[in-house]
């Protein structure tokens, strides 16, 4: 979506204040794709602030399906979008003073709203995705998810170094 915006630009200097439809449909990155589940309109102000330099709010919320990292079942992970980036049209982003945000989203005179959306929700991905505090993760050996089950598989994931001490724990267990 492409908001124009030359009469924010202009002399007479408008606010532009406007409630879009998102968009995208998935977020794709290098380590996959990932689809976009549920999301609100967006709602973008655009202010002047001075000679080209503008202001932009935006808010919206979005809820994306990520792999769980443990387990890899799929988690609706929502992010909620609330930003505001003040940027200049006449310095490069190699220029750029402390207080302005880079202006990659903006070509010419129209605000690519997607492009915006995606690199706010870039900068709030997860490090870390988990179904739950408790998440089990899946076998190495034979692959099954542990939260459904358990498998009988040996636990090959023990340190060689301390199997004679695992067999003496085998052996003296107490019932």
Known sequence: MLINLSDVLSEQHKTIETTVPFELEEIKLKSGSFAITCSEPVHIIVTHVKDKELQIQAESKVNIRIPCDRCAE??????????VKRVDLNVSDADLREDLDESNFIDGYHLDVDKLLFNEILIGWPTKVLCSEDCKGICSVCGQNLNQGTCDCEDTGADPRMSVVRDLFKNFKEV
């Open 74 to 83: 799929d988690v609706d992970q929502e992010f909620v979008l609330d930003f």
